[in-house]
């Protein structure tokens, strides 16, 4: 199993509080990606990092924000929680070499409730 | 653009049947990527297999084949005599060829398939 971790892995929130997911991995993969799992809409990139300090929004990036200031740390923050953002997060790894699609392994998930 | 449909929204099986899970997919590409993940009632995502467009031979693993026909954009995924422990979720996924630089590879999931074993 690729060595992936979140934290928490669950939280109960208020609506307007700040948020910080972590993801740790111990794979020393180049890529990183948080997706948000929601019935109806499956699974979305919210953002993903190609390395230390480099990161790019994906298809649902609005309220979230990412930092990478190690290669093996991905932090998902909201910066003020809504309803809407009541979710399970995924991390999700990649080696990140030079061509070919790569295979993207997942952590364990994080439950949010925000209220 | 891409696309994949899971037609099959839940599947009860009895143990010991088997049971075939459709994945059809569309892309404009030559070069792509088809995967499956597996997600337990614990919730964690489990890859299984990934395959490449050129690749067309049929995968077996133990009680899992994969079955990848490009003729019509299928790549469908069959449990044999299956256990109450393959009860779970499953997505297939398409990703088209990297694209180099600092693009990521895309991937598009489908809606999943719930599959129930029932002892």
């Known amino acids: 199993d690729a060595g992936i971790t979140q934290s928490p892995r669950h939280k109960v929130t208020e609506t307007g509080t700040p948020v910080t997911l972590r993801c740790h991995q111990t794979?020393?993969?180049?890529?990183m990606y948080w997706y948000r799992q929601d019935p109806g809409h499956g699974l979305r990139l919210i953002h993903y990092s190609y390395g230390v300090k480099d990161t790019d929004k994906g298809e649902v990036s609005d309220g979230y924000s990412v930092s990478r200031s190690k290669t093996e740390d991905f932090l998902l923050t909201l910066e003020s929680a809504t309803s809407s953002q009541t979710s399970v997060y995924f991390c999700?790894?990649?080696?990140?070499?030079?061509?070919?699609?790569?295979?993207?392994?997942f952590g364990p998930g994080t439950r949010l409730l925000v209220l | 653009a891409q696309k994949v449909t899971q037609a099959q929204t839940e599947i009860s099986v009895v143990e010991k049947e088997d049971v075939t899970l459709d994945c059809v997919y569309e892309?404009?590409?030559?070069?792509?990527?088809l995967f499956w993940y597996k997600q337990p009632p614990s919730g964690e995502l489990v890859f299984l297999i990934r395959r490449n467009s050129f690749d067309e031979q049929n995968e077996i693993s133990g009680r899992y084949s994969w079955n990848f026909q490009k003729s019509t954009s299928s790549f469908n995924f069959t449990i044999t005599a299956s256990q109450v422990v393959d009860s779970a979720v499953y997505f297939c996924?398409?990703?088209?060829?990297?694209?180099?630089?600092?693009?990521?590879?895309?991937?598009?999931f489908g809606p999943g398939t719930s599959l129930s074993v029932i002892p």
């Open positions: 892309t404009r590409d030559t070069t792509y990527y």
């Open positions: 996924a398409l990703s088209e060829a990297y694209l180099g630089g600092t693009s990521y590879d895309k991937v598009i």
């Open positions: 794979e020393n993969h180049r890529y």
């Open positions: 999700a790894i990649s080696e990140g070499r030079q061509g070919g699609v790569e295979t993207q392994y």
